[in-house]
C-alpha cells in the first residue's frame, strides 16, 4: 500500500463508526413491477464487465447509472489486529481500493458507473463482541479508492477468532476474505498485516438472491437474505443440535428410495414421489426460520437464482420444499429455481473454458461409466481436445497439480464414511487430501476449471480440524470454476441421463450454469420415483457460462 495509505485512511473511518442499532431492512425500491425478468447471463449485467454484458437494465443501488468510465483494477482490502488481550476493542477496517502495483496481487479490471456502485459490505467475526452493525454499505467510484468502512469488534474470550469480510452488490456475490486474531492474556495488542483479496468484476445479475448461513460461537446459526432488499440476519438454533445425525438419516432414506426406483425394485413411484414432497415441506418448514420465509415469499416473484452461502452440512438446500399457507412455488426450490451454492475461498469465475476434456473412470467403475464418458466425448465434440482416460491416481494428482484447463470429469464409484471420501483406484485410494498441495498453492486459480463429479455422495464433507473437508471445498479452493458433485447415493442409470442433459444445456445449448443444472433436473423428474435428480449440489455462479 501507498505511503500516504499506510495508515489505512485512519481519520476518515472516525465518522464511519457504527451505532448499536439493530440492522434494519434496506429501503432501496424494488424494481417497477414492468420490468421483465431477464435470463442471469452476460447480457443481462447492470454494469460493463470483461467477460461480455452491457450497461442495460434498471440500476440496483438507487445509484444513476452514467457512461461506463475505462477499466480499473480494484482490491477488497481488509486490516484487523493479529493479537490482543481480552477486554480490547480492535476495529475491523474494509476498504475497496485501486490497484497501485506495490502491494498483493493485481485485479482484472472492470468498468463501474459514473456515479458508483454500491456494495454491501457484510462481516462474521464469531467470538468477537459486536460494538455497532455487521454490515454496512460503501460506493465504489471510479478513479479513486472508497470511503473506509469501520466495524467495532472487541476481544472476549481467548482462542484464535476467524473474522471473515463479505462484499455483496445487489445480491449477487462478489468477493470475500478471512483474516484472523489470537486472544490471549496478558499480551499487548499488536496490529496485523493489510490483507487483499480479488474483486474480479462488480457486475451483478438482476433476479440473483444469496442466502447467507454462518455458524455462530454460541453454536446458533445466522440466516441472512440478501437480494434488491438487503434484509437483517436472523439467529436461529436447530432444537436437534448438530444436524448431523438428522441429515445421514435422510440421505439414507434417499438411498433405499433410489434403489427400489429401479425395474424390480418393488418401490411405489407414486408413493415414493409423495414422501420426497413430504421431506422438503418438512425441510423447509423446520429448518429455515419464519422471518426468512416471509421474506423469501416477499422476493418469489423476482428471484431468478438464488445461492447458499456459508454453512452447507446443515440442510440439503436442493430438497427443500416452499410452501406456507397459500404461498407454494412450482415444486422443489430446486426444480423451481437455478441453485447453487458457494464455499469460502472459491473464486467468481463468470466464464468456463472448456477447450480440452479429461475423463477420470478407474477399474470397477459402474458398467455405465464407458457409455457416459462416449456420450459426452460425442457431445463436446471434435471441438474440444480430448485429454484422454486416467485410471490412477498418480496420474490424476499430477493432471490436477500441473493445472489443467477444460473439464474434468469423474465417472466412478465414490465410497464416503465417516471417515470423508476416496476412490479407490490401481495405485491407491485417492482422497481429497490428496488436493492439499493444489489447494495451497491455488493451482487452479489461472485456468478454472469444470470439475463434474459423478459419483455417490461426492458432494459429502466432514469436520477436519478448524475446516470441512471434501471433493467440492478442495477443488474451489484449488481455484476450480465450477464443482457438480452429488450429496448422496445415486442410481447409475439417473447419473448418465442426468450427465448428458447438463452438458447438453451447458455445452451445446449455452445456458448458464445454473439454468443448465435447473434443465438437467427436470428432465429427469419423473423416473419411477427416483430422487436423484434432487441429488446434485452445482458450486459456481449461477450465472456462467461455457465458452471454446
Known sequence: MDPERSEFRRDLTLDRHISGSPPAASTRPAPSEDVPVRDSGPDALGVIDPGGGDASGPPDDGLRVGP????????LTVELAEQAPPGREVPLQVQVTRDSGDVGVRLRAFRIPVDGALLTIAVHAPGLLALGDLQQELVVRPGRDSDVLRFGLRTMTTGLHTVTVRAFRAGTFLGELRTQISVQEDVPARDGPTRNTTLTTLAFDPGEVTLQVLKGANGAYSFQLLGETTYAPESFRLLAGD?????????DELRRTAASAGPGGGGDPEQARKRLRNLGVQLWATAVPDAVRRQFWEEAGRVT???VLGEHDIVPWELLYPLDGQHEGEGFLAEWLPVVRRVFGQDRVRTLSLGRA?????????PEADQEIA???ARLGAAVADGGTLTHRASVSDLIDAGFTGLLHFACHNTFTSAGSHVAMPDGPFDPIDLAYATQSGALRATHPLVFFNACRSAGEIKWFSSTLGWAPQFLRAGAGAFVGTLWPVRSDSALRFADHFYGHFVTRGRTLGQA?????RAIRHQGGDPSWL????YGSPAARAVP
Open 68 to 75: 461506463a468510465q475505462p477499466f480499473e483494477p480494484r482490491r
Open 243 to 251: 444436524p448431523h445425525s438428522v441429515r445421514e438419516r435422510i440421505y
Open 305 to 307: 437464482a438464488l445461492t
Open 358 to 366: 479429461a475423463f477420470v473412470v478407474p477399474p470397477g467403475s459402474p
Open 375 to 377: 456420450a459426452l466425448r
Open 517 to 521: 443444472s435447473l434443465d438437467a433436473r
Open 535 to 538: 441429488a446434485y449440489a452445482v
